[in-house]
């Protein structure tokens, strides 16, 4: 069987949400259209007799560390190797990079293992498809984000995610103002913060940023109650048994881990005591 990788483009996207669908993720189009507009370079699919039938995206945070994402294959092409194919692309597309970062489902974790990569944390994800919107309380710390308060904002994230990722957080904000909030200390310093995004599936909420779990419940809780849809998705880091607790009281239960691994020095770890919440999968 003849396969090819290649450069993913703007027209791969019809062929990739379909399989994406049929795994079951919660990607929309505009996901790939930012890694395809901003990573060109780190984003590959595989062709089968002018088939798509796989894909592997790369995020390059400042070349310290990539983030690979989105690395599926169509279930009729799985096993011959495909998946090796696309992650030696992406993998050799980030050779200035100092560390290689995933987020591994477990069908991809024995993938990973073999080609080097270790295992650094824990994530589960967290999923209420029935969740109850509850209007934010008058009391409520949390407050929304504005543009003037982005420069902070990035600067606290480099802090707790170890590299510069301004660029998802300002698309985050652009596309879904709505579902950013902050909290500040008694001096106005910024000291947590939450963005979120539509989904395929769920409204996905994250990453959520703060000093401590009641004031990551407090923005969790701002978000989530701006709108009034009632599927919602969280990937919660797993060291923060107090908050996942919150989040299973209130209708949360697990739906898959995920396991985050790295190749190469780890130079840049994130502040876990103050990362409850990721992104997703893709973006770190
Ligand atoms: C995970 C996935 C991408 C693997 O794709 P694939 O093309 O079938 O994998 P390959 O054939 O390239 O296998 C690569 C290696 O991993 C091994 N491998 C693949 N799946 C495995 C499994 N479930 N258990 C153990 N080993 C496995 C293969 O034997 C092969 O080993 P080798 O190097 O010794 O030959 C595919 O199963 C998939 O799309 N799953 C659903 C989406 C998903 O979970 N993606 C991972 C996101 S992190």
Request: aromatic share 10%.
């Amino acid at each position: 069987m003849n396969v090819e990788i290649l450069p993913m483009t703007l027209n791969d996207i019809g062929a990739l949400m379909e399989i994406k669908n049929h795994i079951g993720w919660n990607q929309l189009d505009a996901d790939w259209k930012f890694l395809i507009e901003y990573y060109p370079q780190h984003c590959f699919t595989a062709f089968s007799e002018g088939r798509v039938v796989g894909s592997a995206t790369g995020i390059n945070y400042e070349n310290k560390i990539s983030w690979i994402g989105m690395v599926m294959v169509h279930e009729e092409f799985r096993g011959l190797g495909i998946s090796k194919l696309l992650m030696s692309a992406v993998i050799d597309s980030m050779k200035d990079c100092k560390c290689i970062k995933l987020d591994a489902t477990p069908a991809g974790q024995p993938v990973y293992e073999k080609i080097g990569f270790v295992p650094e944390w824990c994530i589960t994800r967290m999923i209420n498809t029935e969740f109850v919107c509850k209007t934010r309380t008058v009391d409520s710390r949390a407050e929304p984000v504005w543009e003037d308060d982005m420069a902070d904002i990035c600067r606290l994230d480099v802090e707790i995610f170890g590299v510069d990722r301004s660029c998802l957080l300002r698309r985050l904000l652009l596309e879904y103002p709505d579902l950013a909030f902050k909290m500040t200390d008694s001096y106005g310093k910024i000291t947590g913060f939450c963005f979120g995004r539509n989904g395929h599936k769920y409204r996905q909420i994250g990453p959520v940023v703060a000093g401590n779990s009641l004031d990551a419940f407090e923005i969790f809780k701002a978000a989530s109650a701006c709108r009034g849809d009632n599927s919602l998705v969280l990937d919660v880091i797993d060291a923060h048994a107090d908050f996942v607790d919150a989040m299973r009281h209130i209708g949360f239960s697990a739906q898959r881990p995920l396991l985050r691994m790295f190749k190469g020095p780890n130079d840049f770890t994130a502040q876990v005591a103050q990362y409850f919440v990721i992104p997703g999968g893709e973006y770190g």
